[in-house]
């Protein structure tokens, strides 16, 4: 959900903000028993444990990426089916010009899976999501980033490391839905 404040009342809702947190703070340390925090003023990565967890070989949690929603993940070293080995090949097909693993394509990963900008889509399967960015290059052509988290647990060498987390991640050129993205890794 997307909320529209003008600058006057970002200004007056940081400085309330502060006001809040100085004020919690002093509570806090007077009172016997801390006080329950605010889920709203901690960021998603304070929620809790972190879905999954680093192990050896493919298992190895390469990033993690802390996520407004759904759920935070990470990107295990993975082989030549998911993970940072499987985006490095270029995926199923050997495309490497389109599967990248730089800063600026992991960007357009987390636009894909928090799925908060317009046109951006997420379309759900059996303990994951394919999710979608679309966006325009400076030169004006339309792409499409598409990715694909597995949220099902992951066991390698017979121990259980969470849930599995970035299958792919590549895009294509033209603003498509996330349900086209099936079938083009």
Known sequence: MVFFQSPLSKAAGSAL?????????????????????????????????????????????VQK???????DTGLRAGNAIFGQAHIARGGKKGHKYNHELSSYAKSLWVKAM?????????TPFKGGTFSTYNYTLKSGTKRTMCVLVDRNDYTYAGKNYG???????????????????????
């Open 17 to 61: 903000l502060a006001g809040a947190l100085v004020a919690g703070t002093a509570s806090t340390a007077a009172a016997s028993e801390p006080a329950p925090a605010r889920q709203d003023l901690q960021s998603r990565s304070n929620w809790g444990k972190f879905p999954m967890t680093s192990g050896p070989g493919a298992a190895a949690i």
């Open 163 to 185: 849930h599995k987390g970035i299958i792919t991640a590549y895009w294509v050129n033209g603003h498509i839905k996330s349900g086209e993205c099936s079938g083009r890794d």
């Open 114 to 122: 928090e799925n908060t900008a317009k046109g951006s889509q997420t």
């Open 65 to 71: 990426f802390y996520l407004t929603f759904p759920t």
